[in-house]
């Protein structure tokens, strides 16, 4: 059956139901209709206890308790976020379990991540894909919550990787009014205050409004990096009527930093040069990414069973700026050879959704449906130039404010101007059953038609593909005894590649395929939660050289990736929160034109673990205190794409982190990271791209109840 038979049935699945839903609602009483609504994300902080959140939408679309979900799902709540009080969300993301740090872009933007030993570029909030173009990492001052979904998710979310999907949950606004203003200062000048405002606008409450802004100016260990951030995210909420919801949020970003792409290592030996040498040019100066959203939901309930959302996000950037980079080692292992790159990238990306969710009853199976469509339009510019010849630096000796070599001119293959748009509709149809009381099942499948094209007019050529996709996704959970329920599922996942073949050709679009089984564990009289999971992934079509003419690719290669990851979270005690991971991850290249069979995948662990703790005195002298920390171990990990036999050390960081409630509404804090001043590197694209890690910085902080 062939793609568009594929989709049509889909349709017709999808028409069968409204029908039958229909039928259903007919035999219901007019006056079914919902007079009270809970609202997604209010039910989700109630549920909420230490560490531990009951219930998420990230994982089916719908407000499902996470005990009924057939899939392992991470859930990192902000109160972590606070304990560690980080400006970087990726910390968080070192207690999700099998999590591995990627290229982040000379530190611009959050740009790839592996989850289970397979790297993706994909990130959502809110349910919508925010990381098309180079957009500034997530400011932890409007996150309510982080979802990491484990294995594929493109039967929801559409193109993606077989390793799992991050869905960033923003807060928003609430029933009480209150403010908060929260400031931190640390080690090598930095600064930081957010701002969390929360009002309802009219006496019925039916208006509410939200306000989060942070402003940061901070320098980093290494040498010359500095930057500015400025961030605003006002939300607005009204019950237009008992059945209507209107949601509009919006943020702004102001970053402007240096580009850092890190230290070097000759002969593949870490060390011989200090963490903090800086081997660009300090006279290049900042480069600026600027970033807008605006997006707006409005839900009607039909009645007491159905309910339709449609909502709307739009997104732009602009970054440019230039910087010296490294681009090779010389024979001699001491000069680094660099050439400057000056970028100028603007891009807007626009994308909306229908769905219908509602409830259909088949004898004594509950049927859960959502019937949904997407249209997405993206389009980007992006101007490179590209020095050439290039420039020396003794990486033992450094001399700044050397001449900048000119600009490459010509079709090189070194300065690009492109032109980039993507189009693509969707249309998903998910069932989740209930069985019973203890047996749960989920069924769904996505249909992806892709439009791409990209004009490079430095050589006057143009590539186009089109593709269509059909990703299906199957899953079930039993609940054994009520604190243990055993899950299984299979799903696809597929991501179209850019660019053409020594033909002209484009590429096959990347499919992925992923299997799943586990436990899931509601102990101590539900104050922990605990999920073990197996998993098999692979993934097709990945680019490898081409063995005709080394200078292209072709879709030809294959990796795979299994094994175990944990995960707890809870409340253990009504002192003591605490949460923790563990993964095993066998990750390699099964086939490939240039790297060995067997070769393991860049930045990806074998072994990685977490735990994080605080305990809070509840009563006596000390009442009001709490006292916590954090260890991270992380373990080797090839260091270089092309497999070169270089290597990034394991380590293991210990967090410490103490607060303490002067008044109810002053409270103090301290964090100590990297407590034992541990040397480690957390990423790395090649032996002249490896980012080491901070060494032990203390920083303080004060929050405020205005």
């Known amino acids: 059956m062939n793609s568009s038979s594929v989709a049509a049935s889909i349709l017709g699945l999808a028409a069968a139901a409204g029908l039958a839903s229909m039928s259903a609602l007919a035999q219901e009483s007019d006056s079914a209709v919902l007079e009270d609504v809970v609202v997604t994300a209010d039910r989700e902080q109630v549920l909420a206890e230490g560490y531990r959140t009951r219930r998420s939408a990230s994982a089916t679309k719908t407000d499902t308790p996470l005990e009924e979900v057939p899939q392992a799902v991470s859930v990192i709540p902000a109160t972590v976020l606070e304990d560690l009080d980080s400006p970087r969300i990726e910390k968080a993301l070192d207690y999700a379990g099998g999590v591995a740090r990627q290229n982040d872009f000379g530190g611009l933007t959050m740009y790839e991540y592996s989850i289970r030993g397979l ?98 100016d901070s320098k980093r260990f290494r040498d010359y990096r500095s930057g500015e951030r400025q961030f605003f995210a006002p939300a607005f909420s009204w019950d237009l009527a008992p059945q209507t919801r209107l949601l509009v949020q919006a943020e702004v970003i102001r970053n402007s930093q240096v580009f850092d792409r890190g230290v070097v290592a000759p ?37 007491a069973s159905w309910t339709v959302r449609l909502a709307s996000h739009y997104k732009q950037g602009r970054l440019s700026g230039g910087a010296t980079e490294a681009s090779s080692l010389a024979a001699d292992t001491h000069t680094l050879n660099r050439e400057y790159r000056y970028r100028d990238f603007d891009w807007q990306d626009s994308i909306t959704q229908l769905e219908l969710r509602g409830l259909v009853y088949t004898s004594d199976i509950e049927h859960n449906l959502l019937i949904g469509t997407e249209y997405e339009r993206y389009v980007k510019n992006e101007r490179l130039m590209r020095s050439r010849p290039v420039s020396q630096i003794d990486i033992y000796e450094p001399v700044y404010g050397q001449l900048r070599p000119p600009f490459s001119v010509g079709p090189d293959g070194r300065s690009t ?83 053409i073949d020594a033909s002209g050709t484009a590429f096959d679009p990347e499919e992925g395929v992923g299997y799943e089984a586990g436990f899931k564990f509601d102990l101590l009289d539900s104050r922990l939660g605990m999920t073990v999971a197996a998993f098999h992934l692979t993934k097709e079509n990945v680019l490898t050289a081409d063995p005709v003419d080394s200078a292209y690719q072709i879709a030809a290669g ?22 923790g991971a563990y993964a095993y991850v066998d990750a390699e290249v099964t086939e490939d034109n240039t790297l060995a069979r067997g070769s393991r995948l860049l930045n990806v662990p074998e072994h990685s673990g977490s735990l994080l703790g605080v305990y809070e005195f509840l009563d006596g002298g000390l009442r009001g205190l709490e006292l916590g920390g ?28 103490a607060r303490y409630k002067v008044t109810p509404d002053m409270t103090l804090g301290v964090n100590l990271n990297n407590a034992f001043d541990r040397t480690y590197y957390e990423r790395s694209y090649s032996n002249v791209w490896v980012m080491p890690g901070e060494p032990r910085n203390l920083s303080l902080s004060l929050s405020l109840n205005l």
Do not use: C
């Open 630 to 657: 954090g260890v991270n171990y992380v373990g080797e990990r090839s260091g270089n794409v092309a497999d070169s036999g270089f290597e990034l050390p394991g380590y293991t960081t210990i967090d410490l982190l």
């Open 417 to 499: 101007h492109r032109h980039e748009r993507v189009h693509s509709r969707s249309m998903n149809l998910q069932d989740q059953m209930r069985f019973s009381e203890k047996f749960f099942g989920v069924v769904g499948a996505r249909y992806d038609h892709y439009e791409h094209r990209l004009d490079n007019e430095v050589v006057s050529t143009r590539m186009e593909q089109t593709h269509e996709k059909v990703t299906p996704r199957i899953g079930a959970l039993y609940q054994l005894m009520p604190e243990v329920g055993v899950f299984a599922n299979a799903s696809q996942s597929f991501k179209p590649n850019g660019g």
């Open 119 to 216: 790297t993706t570029s994909e990130f959502y909030k809110d349910g919508f894909s925010v990381n098309r173009g180079y957009m500034n990492p997530q400011d932890p001052s409007n996150v309510e919550r982080i979802d990491v979904l484990k294995g594929p998710s493109s039967s929801l979310y559409g193109r993606g990787d077989p390793g799992g999907t991050i869905n960033i949950v923003s807060k928003r606004p609430q029933n009480d009014r209150f403010a908060r203003l929260d400031l931190s200062a640390g080690r090598w000048d930095r600064y930081r205050g957010s701002l969390d405002v929360n009002t309802p606008l009219d006496d019925e409450g039916k208006m509410l409004y939200r306000m989060n802004l942070a402003v940061e």
């Open 267 to 303: 002969n593949d030996h870490l060390g011989s040069v200090s963490r903090t040498e800086f081997f660009g040019e300090p006279g290049d100066g900042d480069i600026d990414n600027n970033n807008e959203s605006l997006q707006a939901e409005i839900e009607h309930d039909l009645n």
């Open 558 to 579: 294959e990796v795979r990736s299994r094994g175990i990851d944990f995960q707890l979270t809870g409340q253990l005690t009504d002192a003591i929160r605490l949460i």
